[in-house]
């Protein structure tokens, strides 16, 4: 897999979280240790990202 193959596979499934983190929130009894964790992944996602971005520039 390139680079960028990977980059927009991370790319997609951090969007996903991002409905994910939505969808949870919106919820009336949205569990906030269930957004906490869901906005961590992204957060790992993001950084993984970033760091294959700056392999390929």
């Keep these: 897999m390139t680079i960028e193959a990977r980059i927009r596979e991370l790319g997609n ?3 996903s979280l991002d409905e994910m983190i939505q969808q949870e929130g919106r919820r009336p009894t949205a569990d906030p240790m269930q957004i906490r964790e869901l906005k961590q992944r992204k957060l790992r996602l993001k950084e ?9 520039h």
């Design 13 to 15: 499934r951090h969007r």
């Design 48 to 56: 993984e990202i970033t760091s294959l971005e700056a392999r390929i």
